[in-house]
């Protein structure tokens, strides 16, 4: 879910168009973690975003929701909670005999949410 929810905020691969879970106005564990780190005025201004239909929000509406994102480290925390979780399963399959199964599941791990938190890698240098 936090993953769907960043890559509908950040954009990736064709299905993720950038800002897309703003313009859906759901409040996923990413934005409430936002709003909830907000003050009051800019709490109110995200709100208003999110509740506006996805007719009536722009381009401007889903840069500066995104500027609150980051100002509140929201999207670092879905990352890093991603990250977290990647390395629990990693570590739980580790424990397991290492059949095909488990090995797949890994990988596909690996390869879908790896570059995701890497963008938020890179922005932590």
């Known amino acids: 879910q936090a993953q769907d929810e960043l890559l509908g905020i950040v954009g990736g691969f064709s299905n993720y168009l950038r800002g897309a879970a703003i313009v859906d106005g759901v409040q996923g564990l990413l934005l409430r973690h936002c709003l909830a780190n907000l003050a009051d005025d800019e709490q109110q201004q995200l709100q208003g975003i999110l509740n506006r239909s996805a007719r009536d929000t722009n381009k401007a509406d889903v840069h500066l929701a995104i500027g609150l994102l980051k100002k509140t480290s929201s999207l670092q925390f879905g990352a890093d909670l991603i990250g977290e979780h990647q ?39």
């Open 87 to 125: 390395g629990a399963i990693n570590r739980l399959s580790d424990q397991l005999p290492q059949t095909g199964l488990v090995r797949l599941c890994s990988g596909i791990t690996d390869i879908f949410l790896a570059p995701l938190i890497a963008r938020f890698d890179e922005s932590k240098a």
